[in-house]
C-alpha cells in the first residue's frame, strides 16, 4: 500500500530552530521539501570529511585487519588510507611498466650501462647493429660478436672498429644504448615492490580502526543531515519555517507532538495538489516484503500516484523464476544456499534479496516435482514409488519438458496463457483504478482485446484454431478502447486520442503476450544443458565425472540466476508495468530522522 502524504508547514521561532529541527529528527516523520534546493546541502567542510572517511571505510571493509588499532586520529587515519591507496596505484602502474621496460630490454641481457662507459673511457667505444641474420657475416670490423635475437629476422651485433674501417651489409641499423639497464629496472622494481609490502601491512594496520572509522562515517553522516535540514528552511530575523510531506496518518497529530518536545510551532496540513510530487512510501504485506530487496537493488519508486505493485511481482516473479530454473536439484541450490549464508546476507545489507532467492528457489522445487527433474536426470520413476504422489508419476512426469513436438506445444501453450492471464491482471487493475470514471470501460476493453490477441497468437504459433469469440474479443473489446480508453469531456477529442493509440498499443500488446514464450525456451534451454553435462559425464570414470557434473551444473545454475534478472524480472518490469501504465517515476520518503548503524 503506497501510504497517503500530507503537505506540511511549520514555522516556529528562529530562537527555536535547533530545538524544533531536534524534536523533529527524534520524530523521524516529515521528509524535508528544501525552499532553496541549491541551499539544501551540507557544508563544504562536512561534506568533504564525509567524502573521505566514506571512501577509506570502504578500503578497509575490504582489507584483513592485523594488529591492534593505532593511536591515531579518525580523519588523519582515513587520510592516510586514502593517499595509501593512491601511492599503491601509482606504484602498481610503474611496476607494470617497468616490467614491459625489463622484457623490452631482453636482447641486452643483464649488462651495466657502467660497463660500457668504462669501456669507452678505456678507449673502446662499442656499437651495436641490427643486422638480418642471412647477413651477419657480412659485417667486417675490428672486432664483430653477435649479442642474441633481436627478433624473429634480425640479431643484434656488437662492433668494435678503432681503425674507421668497418663495412656494414645492407639492412643494417645502428642501436643506441637504452637510458638505463635491465639490472637498475630490477632494482627499482624491488623497492617499488619493498614500498608496496609496507603499505599493504600499515593498510591492515589501520583496518583495526575500521568500526572506529564508521562511527565516525555515522557521526558525519547524521551532521550532514542536520546542516541540510538547517539549510532547507526559510528563516529571517524572528522566525525559522520548513515544508516537507508527513504521512497523513501523522500529520493531524504533529504540533501536540512538537509541544510535548517542549517546541511551540504553527503546524498547518495542505493535501497534495495535482501538481505536487509526494514521495511515495510502501507499506508492504509481511509476506511480499522480499520483493523490497529487488526494488532496492534496481533503485525503483513508484510515483505516489501509480500502484504498489510489490504483491504481483511477489506473486509472478517467483512463477516465472520456478519455469525457467525447471529442476528440483536447481531449485534446492537456491533454497538452501541463502539460509546458509543468510548471516552474512543480513549483515552486508541483502537480508531480502536472501529471503526472495529461498521463495523462489522453494517454488521452483514444485516446479521441479511438476517436471520429475535432479540436475538433469528423470525422476520419475522413484517419485513414482512415493506414497501420496506416486499415482501422479504412473504415465511419467505430470509436466513434460523435452524437445518433443508435443511437448513444446504444450509449454509454448502454457507460457502464453500465463502472459495472457499476467497483463489481464494490469489491465483490470486499472480498470478498477478508474471506476466509475468511463475510462474504466475502455481498460476492460483493452482486457478483453488482449484475449483476442492471445487467441491470435495461439493460431500464428500453435497453429491452433481461431475461434469466433476471439474476433469478438478483438472487435468488441478494440471498440470499447478506442470509444473510452482515452475519455473526456470533448467526446470527439477523446475518440480520436484513442484512435490515435490504438495501433501502438494493439502491436505493443501482441508482442508483450508472445514475450512470454521466454518462460518456455529459457526452462528448455536449460534443462537441455542439464541433460548434455550428464550425457557428458556418464562415460567418464569417476575421478572425471565429478569435476564434470560440479561445473557444468554450477554454470547452468549461474546461467539460471542470469535469465532470472534478465527475463524474470523484465517480465514484470516492462511487459507487466508498461500495460499497468507504470512509469517508476517517484522518489522514496526519506524522513528526517536518527539513522540506524
Known amino acids: 500500500m503506497i501510504v497517503a502524504m500530507a503537505k506540511t508547514f511549520i514555522v516556529a521561532r528562529r530562537a527555536d530552530r535547533e530545538a524544533l529541527l531536534a524534536a523533529l529528527r527524534g520524530l523521524g516523520v516529515l521528509h524535508v ?13 562536512t561534506a568533504d570529511a564525509l567524502d573521505r572517511v566514506g571512501r577509506a571505510v570502504q578500503i578497509l571493509e575490504a582489507t584483513e585487519a592485523d594488529g591492534q588499532p593505532p593511536d591515531v586520529a579518525v580523519t588523519d587515519a582515513a587520510d592516510e588510507v ?29 649488462v651495466r650501462l657502467e660497463q660500457f662507459q668504462a669501456l669507452a673511457h678505456a678507449g673502446i667505444q662499442v656499437r ?73 601491512a600499515r593498510l591492515r594496520h589501520l583496518a583495526a580502526l575500521a568500526p572506529e572509522m564508521r562511527k565516525a562515517r555515522a557521526a558525519l553522516s547524521e551532521k550532514a543531515r542536520w546542516t541540510t535540514a538547517l539549510g532547507s528552511a526559510l528563516e529571517n530575523d524572528s522566525l525559522f519555517a520548513l515544508q516537507g510531506w508527513v504521512p497523513a496518518e501523522e500529520a493531524d497529530g504533529l504540533a501536540r507532538r512538537l509541544a510535548d518536545e517542549g517546541v511551540h510551532a504553527a503546524v498547518e496540513i495542505v493535501a497534495p495538489a495535482e501538481d505536487d510530487e509526494p514521495p511515495t512510501l510502501i507499506r508492504y504485506p ?129 507460457s502464453i496463457l500465463i502472459g495472457a492471464i499476467h497483463l489481464s491482471v494490469a489491465y483490470a487493475w486499472k480498470a478498477m483504478a478508474y471506476f466509475p470514471h468511463p475510462r474504466f470501460l475502455g481498460m476492460l ?19 491452433a484454431p481461431f475461434f469466433d469469440v476471439y474476433l469478438w474479443l478483438l472487435v468488441g473489446g478494440g471498440g470499447l478502447a478506442l470509444l473510452f480508453a482515452e475519455a473526456q469531456r470533448n467526446i470527439l477529442k477523446g475518440v480520436g486520442l484513442g484512435l490515435a493509440n490504438m495501433p501502438l498499443t494493439a502491436i505493443g500488446m501482441f508482442g508483450d503476450t508472445i514475450s512470454y514464450l521466454r518462460l518456455m525456451a529459457i526452462g528448455l534451454a536449460g534443462t537441455a544443458l542439464a541433460i548434455e553435462f550428464n550425457n557428458m559425464a556418464s562415460p567418464m570414470p569417476w575421478y572425471g565425472m565429478v569435476p564434470v557434473l560440479v561445473l557444468g551444473h554450477a554454470l547452468n545454475v549461474v546461467l539460471s540466476a542470469l535469465s532470472l534478472l534478465a527475463h524474470g524480472v523484465r517480465l514484470n518490469m516492462l511487459e507487466f508495468s508498461n500495460n499497468l501504465g507504470m512509469t517508476w517515476s517517484g522518489y522514496a520518503y526519506e524522513p528526517f530522522s536518527v539513522k540506524r548503524t
Request: aromatic share 10%; charged share 20%; net charge neutral.
Open 33 to 45: 521539501k528544501p525552499v532553496d534546493p541549491a541551499r539544501a546541502a551540507p557544508d563544504a567542510e
Open 286 to 414: 509481511w509476506w511480499a516484503r522480499p520483493i523490497k530487496g529487488l526494488f532496492d537493488v534496481l533503485g525503483t519508486v513508484p510515483g505516489y500516484r501509480e500502484f504498489d505493485v510489490s504483491a504481483a511481482f511477489m506473486i509472478a516473479l517467483p512463477i516465472f523464476s520456478a519455469i525457467m530454473i525447471c529442476d528440483l536439484g536447481y531449485g534446492l541450490v537456491y533454497t538452501l544456499l541463502p539460509i546458509v549464508f543468510y548471516r552474512k546476507l543480513k549483515a552486508a545489507g541483502a537480508g531480502l534479496i536472501g529471503k526472495l532467492v529461498m521463495v523462489v528457489g522453494i517454488l521452483a522445487i514444485v516446479w521441479g516435482f511438476l517436471v520429475a527433474s535432479f540436475f538433469g536426470y528423470d525422476v520419475s520413476p522413484y517419485l513414482g514409488r512415493v506414497p501420496g504422489i506416486g499415482p501422479l508419476y504412473e504415465n511419467g512426469a505430470p509436466v513434460t519438458v523435452s524437445m518433443g513436438q508435443e511437448a513444446m506445444q504444450w509449454l509454448m501453450w502454457l
Open 445 to 463: 476493453g483493452w482486457g478483453a482485446f488482449l484475449w483476442g490477441v492471445y487467441g491470435l497468437v495461439n493460431t500464428l504459433v500453435l497453429k
Open 82 to 110: 586514502l593517499r595509501i591507496q593512491r601511492d599503491s596505484a601509482e606504484r602498481l602502474n610503474r611496476l607494470s611498466a617497468l616490467h614491459r621496460q625489463i622484457e623490452h630490454l631482453t636482447p641486452w641481457g643483464d
Open 128 to 200: 651495436f647493429y641490427v643486422v638480418p641474420r642471412d647477413a651477419v657475416r657480412g659485417v667486417e670490423a675490428e672486432c664483430v660478436q653477435v649479442v642474441g635475437e633481436w627478433d624473429r629476422k634480425r640479431a643484434l651485433v656488437a662492433v668494435v672498429d678503432r681503425t674507421g674501417e668497418r663495412s656494414m651489409p645492407e639492412g643494417a641499423e645502428e642501436i643506441l644504448l637504452p637510458l638505463r639497464d635491465r639490472p637498475a629496472l630490477r632494482a627499482e622494481a624491488k623497492e617499488i615492490d619493498q614500498a608496496l609490502k609496507a603499505d599493504s
